[in-house]
């Protein structure tokens, strides 16, 4: 079963910080591009941060310079760094995967997870 799951959202108070995991069973997500999405009620969802396979990476403007995407191909794993975050990062994250890069076209994503919800307030 060709799967991604996302893990390490919570509650966290305006400036913390948390570290969200996307990891795949069944396929190698190093053969793919992997995308963060986000969506928060009543809104639609929108792409916060994507890597290709080679590495070159995008952001959003509205979490640039506070956002990290990464890579670790020996563990199956992309990362997404989150810092000083904001209330307005409340939403639920979901990671996909696509053998292409078109960052932000999430209905070219071939592959979603089921979302962790990150909830920023004090």
């Known amino acids: 079963?060709?799967?991604l799951v996302e893990s390490g959202g919570g509650l966290v108070d305006p400036g913390g910080s948390l570290t969200?995991?996307?990891t795949a069973s069944g396929f190698t997500l190093d053969d793919y591009a992997v995308g963060w999405f986000r969506q928060a009620p009543g809104k639609?969802?929108?792409g916060?941060?994507?890597i290709s396979r080679g590495g070159p990476t995008k952001y959003a403007d509205s979490v640039k310079g506070r956002f990290t995407i990464s890579r670790d191909n020996t563990n199956n794993m992309v990362y997404l760094q989150m810092n000083n975050l904001k209330p307005e990062d409340t939403a639920v994250y979901y990671c996909?995967?696509?053998r292409y890069f078109?960052?932000?076209r999430g209905e070219d994503y071939e592959y979603w997870g089921q979302g962790t919800q990150v909830t920023?307030?004090?």
């Open 96 to 98: 996909a995967a696509d």
């Open 48 to 50: 916060v941060s994507a």
């Open 120 to 122: 920023v307030s004090s």
């Open 44 to 46: 639609e969802r929108e």
């Open 102 to 104: 078109l960052p932000f």
């Open 1 to 3: 079963q060709l799967q």
């Open 20 to 22: 969200l995991s996307c």
